[in-house]
């Protein structure tokens, strides 16, 4: 099991930053994704930006190409997303997730095994 506790939400105007943390705790060997996710009310959950701790490699929505950033600290066992210059649309219920399964499309959440309980980001024009 993993468990993963999302920080760093709150409400900003328009143009402002924020900086999400997810700590994953458990037996974290063998992860092979690691994600953020995000849903606003009466929308579905849609992928934002993944990273795999193997290689580095970082996938973005291209609603966020430019804005965000997507890190990871291994010796901290700890997910980052950077979001600058944010928009009223980024308002939204912001999770982490961690999957181990090989295959398939980053933003795709049969992807991912384990979820956190999410961050609420609220940005105001």
């Known amino acids: 099991q993993v468990q993963l506790v999302e920080s760093g939400g709150g409400s900003v105007q328009a143009g402002g930053s924020l900086r999400l943390s997810c700590a994953a705790s458990?037996?974290?060997?063998?992860?092979?994704?690691m994600g953020w996710f995000r849903q606003a009310p009466g929308k579905e959950r849609e992928g934002v930006a993944a990273?795999?701790?193997?290689?580095?490699?970082?996938y973005y929505a291209d609603s966020v190409k430019g804005r965000f950033t997507i890190s990871h600290d291994n010796a901290k066992n700890t997910l980052y997303l950077q979001m600058d210059s944010l928009k009223p649309e980024d308002t939204a219920m912001y999770y982490c997730?961690?999957?181990?399964?090989?295959?398939?499309?980053?933003?795709?959440?049969?992807?991912?095994?384990?979820w956190g309980q999410g961050t609420q980001v609220t940005v105001s024009s």
């Open positions: 458990g037996y974290t060997y063998g992860i092979y994704i």
């Open positions: 997730a961690v999957g181990r399964r090989i295959g398939g499309s980053w933003y795709q959440r049969e992807k991912y095994n384990y």
């Open positions: 990273i795999y701790p193997g290689d580095g490699r970082t």
